[in-house]
């Protein structure tokens, strides 16, 4: 399988050498050449099996001859072995019809676990095969750093920068990333946004010579190898409730939509996926486009939902790419403008065929909290923020015919002030991070300035 950039201008790439590499040289963002296709029967022979299983039969496809069979397996077995739960990605009901497809009983308890874990063995193995190592630097609003940081710990191939907003990360969140002992991994607080950490990874992707010379490798949301992982949650949670032989939608919480857009490509490759809805906080650029205002960014506002508090979302390129009928010219206008004008205005016949598949909400502060409130009394389900958005935005979206999968993508106790702010709860820590507040923390801090970010690096490489 070969990967090509939404950009047209860099080389195609095999499966591993775009999970190295991240970000495509041209700035684009790597897809596969085509999609495999999974017939009724094959998606139909995925019912019963265990997750793990189900994740192999997802993922070889994509990943062809860079991982033999018996490798990939032993792969996917280590990255799950952590979960604290059997099923990896257990479903609950929460009214008749709407379902919580509960993703984070991961290490670092939110659905970033699935993917990053999957990546930590796959990068260990690629580069252990090639002798080399990696200077990995991403930019996080909380939950990517957390997981990045505990799935890559300790690996000698790889260190580790991750960059994220000072004060704008819960302290569990940050805890998660600064109290890690490994000297390979690094906690930087940059003075700034969650948009500011993601330009300054990006503008240290874009200097080549840096890019060279550390030996850059990305594993923010926009590296293919993310998306490929969380395609397995929907197959696995719609098989469950009678797909392919019967249709299923699903909400996601989302800022870099890479989440919801593995959703995307798992209904491309054939599972029935009905609906896929958007569901925004109040930085609702993703619900505004949608909704045909145009992309246009605004200030990030900070928001009790913290992992979505995003303006320029990443992986929506890739949205695009698809809905102009995979015209890289355009895709380079639109980011160019973006670049100079702060946003762009989508065609109508890419806005009818974004439409074809998803579908948009969005939620404030205050529904938020009610809604934290509202499910706990109605469900006795303690939501974390991010998914309460979800909850509220499937509950005006779904019908009875077609069952909803709304994906929780975080623990409660990973935002415990706005849990309990909300639903006079304290959610408790699971019992392996009961410590966690009294571990030392080591962090470093810096402007946004790509200079001091650069030679804090080669300083610690
Ligand atoms: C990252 C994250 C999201 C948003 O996911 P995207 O893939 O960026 O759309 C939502 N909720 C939580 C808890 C997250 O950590």
């Excluded at 265990?50 to 996917?76: E, G, H, M, T």
């Excluded at 604290?84 to 009983?105: D, K, Q, W």
């Excluded at 991403?138 to 000072?166: H, K, Q, W, Y």
């Amino acid at each position: 399988m070969k990967y090509i950039s939404t950009r047209g201008a860099a080389p195609a790439l095999s499966f591993e050498e775009a999970m190295l590499t991240g970000l495509a040289l041209d700035g684009g963002l790597y897809v596969p050449a085509h999609i495999p296709k999974l017939t009724k029967d094959e998606i139909l022979s995925l019912q019963g099996l265990r997750y793990q299983d189900i994740a192999f039969r997802i993922i070889k496809p994509f990943v062809d001859d860079a991982f033999d069979d018996d490798s990939l397996i032993d792969i996917i077995e280590k990255a799950y072995a952590d979960f604290s739960h059997v099923s990896c990605a257990p479903l609950v009901e929460l009214e008749a019809n709407h379902f919580l497809l509960e993703l984070f009983h991961g290490p670092t308890l939110a659905f970033k676990d699935f993917a990053m874990q999957l990546i930590g063995q796959l990068f260990q193995v690629a580069l252990n095969r090639r002798k080399q190592k990696v200077t990995i630097i991403g930019a996080t609003s909380g939950d990517t750093g957390s997981a990045a940081i505990e799935a890559f710990r300790g690996l000698d191939a790889v260190n580790v920068f991750i960059l994220f907003p000072d004060g704008r990360v819960s302290d569990v969140q940050r805890r998660q990333m600064t109290t890690a002992k490994e000297s390979n991994v690094h906690a930087i607080a940059v003075d700034g946004t969650f948009d500011d950490c993601q330009s300054r990874v990006k503008d240290m992707f874009n200097d080549h010579e840096f890019r060279n010379e550390v030996q850059l490798a990305g594993i923010n949301s926009i590296n293919w190898a993310r998306v490929l992982a969380q395609i397995v949650y929907y197959f696995s949670s719609a098989v469950s409730l009678g797909a392919p032989l019967r249709k299923v939608s699903f909400t996601v919480p989302t800022g870099n939509f890479g989440d919801i857009f593995a959703g995307y490509i798992a209904k491309e490759m054939g599972l029935p996926i009905e609906r896929l809805v958007v569901a925004t906080n109040q930085n609702d650029i993703l619900h505004r486009c949608l909704s045909g205002k145009g992309y246009h960014t605004t200030q990030v506002a900070a928001s009790i939902s913290p992992s979505m508090d995003i303006q320029i979302s990443s992986n929506f390129e890739r949205a695009l790419f698809y809905a102009y009928g995979l015209d890289t010219t355009e895709i380079v206008k639109l980011m160019e403008q973006l670049k100079q004008n702060d946003g762009f205005e989508i065609t109508n016949d890419a806005l009818i065929a974004l439409s074809e598949h998803y579908s948009s909400g969005m939620a404030t502060e205050v529904e938020t909290f009610d809604t934290i409130k509202t499910i706990l009394t109605r469900s006795a389900q303690l939501l974390c923020p991010h998914t309460a958005i979800g909850v509220k935005v499937a509950d005006e979206l779904r019908n009875n015919k077609v069952p909803m999968v709304t994906l929780a993508t975080a623990h409660p106790a990973k935002f415990p002030a706005a849990v309990k702010n909300a639903s006079e709860v304290n959610p408790e820590l699971p019992n392996i991070m009961s410590d966690l507040f009294d571990r030392p923390e080591r962090i470093l801090k810096v402007d946004n300035d790509v200079v001091q970010l650069k030679n804090l690096i080669r300083d610690r490489i």
